[in-house]
Nanobody, 125 residues
Framework: QVQLVESGGGLVQAGGSLRVSCAAS????????LGWFRQAPGEEREFVAR????????FTTDFALDRFTISKDDAKNTVYLQMNRLKPEDTAVYYC??????????????????WGQGTQVTVSP
């Protein structure tokens, strides 16, 4: 089992920054990658970014490419999503998810086996 705990969400004005964290525990050696997803009210959960557990491979979706950065602290088994120049449309619950199986499509929720409880990010106009 892998446990994931997100933190760092909150309320910020448009143009501001936030960093959300995802701390992994349990069988972390089984993790091949960690991803960030988000879900706005009434919307489907969508992919934001992904980092390999080794930290040598990252991918960020187009809408976040020049604003969001994913990174990892190996000593803390923690993955971060630094979000800059936030927009009201970035308002959502942000979830981290652990992938333990190889071969899945990184942008699909079904490729991930463990999920955190989510952290709310609200961007005011």
């Amino acid at each position: 089992q892998v446990q994931l705990v997100e933190s760092g969400g909150g309320l910020v004005q448009a143009g501001g920054s936030l960093r959300v964290s995802c701390a992994a525990s349990g069988r972390t050696l089984s993790i091949s990658a960690l991803g960030w997803f988000r879900q706005a009210p009434g919307e489907e959960r969508e992919f934001v970014a992904r980092i390999s557990w080794s930290g040598d491979s990252t991918f960020t979706t187009d809408f976040a490419l020049d604003r969001f950065t994913i990174s990892k602290d190996d000593a803390k088994n923690t993955v971060y999503l630094q979000m800059n120049r936030l927009k009201p449309e970035d308002t959502a619950v942000y979830y981290c998810a652990a992938e333990t199986r190889l071969g899945g499509s990184y942008y699909l929720t079904s490729s991930y086996d463990y999920w955190g409880q989510g952290t709310q990010v609200t961007v005011s106009p």
